[in-house]
């Protein structure tokens, strides 16, 4: 168990609906990375956020958004769906600046029908 | 911005026999990290081993090595007596060493290892 923990394991939605994914990172890390893992593509990296502040954007479409609360919890807004927003979306959580293992959660399997 | 590449897209390996598993890496940076990670059938993402680009000396841990190539820009993986459980797809990915180390991991495509009983 890598402590940190995503939710839900498993969604299925329809074209153009709007779904968001959660997670809470290890206790005391301030790091967030949200990263989508396709088939065709790879794991590709997302969005980071530090201590509530976004850090880094990577490969993210307009269409989808993130934020981290107070508490460090991180949320993953994806809207107006896709068939090709089909894919594992992976957080993963490092302590901040004398960190640089991060941890993975279990994923959560977004399937757009 | 940094690539990392895996050449190997699938290999496989019999039973208590070795395997080396390639990556490459192309960066202009000189403090890095480097990373294995293992994905199993059950998705969940795995650190098998790291390497800090300063340390001359590779990284071991228990069946699992490192062969780090710095100027070469080379991070293969070894695993030694390789067993069933080791069955799985394994990434290499590269982290800057900028901002204390605290930014996101690029990841290779992956090398999916069948281990055969």
């Known amino acids: 168990d890598s402590g940190v923990t995503q939710t839900p394991k498993h969604l299925i939605t329809a074209t153009g609906q709007r779904v968001t994914l959660r997670c809470s990172p290890r206790s005391g890390d301030l790091s967030v990375y949200w990263y989508q893992q396709s088939l065709d593509q790879g794991l590709q990296f997302l969005i980071q956020y530090y201590n509530g502040e976004e850090r880094a954007k990577g490969n993210i479409l307009e269409r989808f958004s993130a934020q981290q609360f107070p508490d460090l919890h991180s949320e993953l807004n994806l809207s107006s769906l896709e068939l090709g927003d089909s894919a594992l979306y992976f957080c993963?959580?490092?302590?901040?600046?004398?960190?640089?293992?991060?941890?993975f959660g279990q994923g959560t399997r977004l399937t757009v029908v | 911005a940094q690539t990392v590449t895996q050449s190997q897209p699938e290999m496989s390996v019999q039973e208590a026999e070795t395997v080396t598993l390639s990556c490459t890496y192309d960066t202009s940076e000189s403090d890095y990290y480097l990373f294995w990670y293992k994905q199993p059938p059950s998705r969940q993402m795995i650190l098998v081993i790291r390497?800090?680009?300063?340390?001359?000396q590779n990284a071991t841990e228990n069946r699992f090595s490192v062969n780090f190539q710095k100027a070469a820009k080379s991070f293969s993986l070894k695993i030694s007596d390789s067993q069933l459980g080791d069955a799985a797809m394994y990434f290499c990915?590269?982290?800057?060493?900028?901002?204390?180390?605290?930014?996101?991991?690029?990841f290779g495509k992956g090398t999916r290892l069948s281990v055969i009983a």
């Open positions: 390497q800090e680009a300063y340390k001359q």
């Open positions: 993963a959580s490092s302590v901040g600046l004398q960190g640089w293992e991060a941890f």
């Open positions: 990915a590269y982290r800057s060493g900028k901002g204390s180390g605290n930014t996101p991991l690029v």
